[in-house]
């Protein structure tokens, strides 16, 4: 029995489907972005492992060039202010808001030179995109034993100024797509403070207005950066960190509402004294 008709066959329905259904297109982009992350994985391990031997932060460089092109597939454009304040020759932890596994590429469009990353340990276990994130130098944590994270976090604090590195980390601890930011566990201010090191917030606008997993959304669209002014730490103590996590709260959600696309939910439109749609 011939297999090739039937193959054809499957693959035109599929393509029917893509074009006719919201959800299916919003699935196939999903597949694809996913197996283009497996697939990138592999050739940019070969690619570190031959450059660089094994686990370092240069290896970022590499997986940055690789993940950056995924944004001509998909038609995403990125639009970055302030981009100066990422580059600047200095140790920092950087923190932005977390939406959507569209998160890395977003990541990728700005990451400076000699920047690590905070991320689950879940993820190291994650096939060919766990080790790239090893080789890459990607911190992993467990969060389920908070004494262990802070321990690693610890470490990293005596790494920054030695090894003159940047730290990037979620501050909200997980993705979030509700349209606004969730409360920010304090992690990040606690290193910056350890360290002697400014914080440096990245904003990046919501992802609404072209992709939304709830809706089936994933068209094309415009993603706003905009990297605000850094934030000092020198002198401050432990004693300091909830101010100083709700001084980076606002000034990032003020940012976030001002650069983002918000579509009009029940005719009015989000805004920092508004609720989330539910």
């Excluded at 001002?258 to 029940?266: D, F, G, H, V, Y």
């Amino acid at each position: 029995m011939e297999v090739w008709p039937w193959l054809s066959a499957a693959l035109l329905l599929l393509l029917l489907l893509v074009q006719l259904s919201r959800s299916a297109k919003f699935y196939a982009k999903i597949s694809l972005y996913c197996a283009l992350c497996f697939t990138v994985s592999i050739v940019a391990a070969a690619t570190c492992l031959l450059r660089h031997g094994g686990r370092t932060v240069e290896n970022m460089s590499i997986i940055s060039w690789f993940v950056r092109s995924f944004k001509y597939l998909y038609g995403l454009r990125f639009e970055i202010k302030g981009r100066q304040g990422l580059e600047a020759d200095r140790s920092c932890v950087i923190v932005s808001n977390h939406q959507s596994i569209l998160d890395m590429m977003g990541l990728m469009e700005v990451l400076p030179d000699r920047c690590v990353q905070i991320a689950k340990r879940e993820l190291l276990f994650m096939g060919p995109v766990g080790l790239i994130m090893y080789l890459g130098g990607v911190v992993f944590i467990n969060r389920q034993r908070s004494r262990t994270a802070m321990n690693v976090l610890a470490d990293v604090g005596e790494r920054l100024a030695r090894e003159k590195l940047k730290v990037w980390i979620y501050p909200e601890g997980t993705r979030n797509d509700n349209g606004d930011l969730l409360p920010f566990k304090k992690g990040a201010f606690y290193l910056a403070v350890q360290a002697q090191v400014p914080i440096v917030p990245v904003v990046y606008s919501s992802f609404s207005s072209f992709y939304n997993s709830k809706t089936k959304l994933f068209s094309s669209g415009t993603i706003k950066v905009e990297v605000l002014d850094a934030i000092p730490t020198s002198g401050l103590t432990v004693a300091d960190v909830p101010r100083l996590v709700d001084t980076c709260f606002q000034a990032m959600r003020t940012s976030f509402f001002r650069i983002s696309k918000t579509p009009l939910e029940n005719g009015a439109p989000m805004g920092p004294d508004a609720q989330p749609a539910q």
